[in-house]
């Protein structure tokens, strides 16, 4: 409705909306004085047109790093070097953060002491390695009706492992499936 009052029909194409700056360049710095950082003079409080003409004088920009400081705090640099080198950091960080893995372990109501311990060795190697793990048991149709028998056998895996792990949250019922998250107690070895 709003769009149609502004002259625009169906099938029309909005305009490009740019996106704003995330720091303040050159004639964009609004405050009269701006304390001034960088290489090849000496660091200090300027006038704006002075630092603005040093700047100048050696070719590069004059951006606004701190903008609530008091006077805001700029720094002589090449603008487009400073945002490359600031999307690689983020990069670096976000490529060191590490991610949480969870490996699922799937139980039946009426699972057998062999199944248990195959299932028990895989889930202490799983913890060993710093993976959490999320053991559920699985009641098909009528087996609902053994929802204390899921819940033993739950706290009875919880209980072999805690050596290795630590529980995270205790077994909770969730439509047809048990759950219960376990935690490794140390990183990675």
Known sequence: MALKKAGFKRGMRLPF????????????????????TGEDFESGIYPLAQALAIAEEQGLDLVEISPNAVPPVCRVIDYNKFLFEKKKKEKEIKSNAKQTIIKEIRFGPNTD?????????????????????????????????????????????????????????????????????????????
Do not use: W
């Not at 740019?18 to 710095?29: D, G, L, T």
């Open 17 to 36: 909306k740019k996106k704003e700056a995330e720091h303040k360049i050159n004639n964009f710095i609004t405050s009269a004085e701006v304390r001034l």
């Open 113 to 189: 002491d062999h199944d248990f311990q195959f299932k028990l060795k895989h889930a202490v190697s799983f913890l060993e390695s710093g993976e959490k793990v999320r053991a559920y048991v699985h009641f098909k149709g009528r087996a609902i009706v053994y929802k204390d028998r899921g819940e033993i056998l739950l706290l009875k895996f919880a209980q072999a492992l805690e050596d290795v792990g630590k529980v995270e949250l205790l077994p909770k019922l969730e439509g047809k499936r048990m759950f219960l998250t376990l935690g490794p107690k140390t990183g990675k070895r």
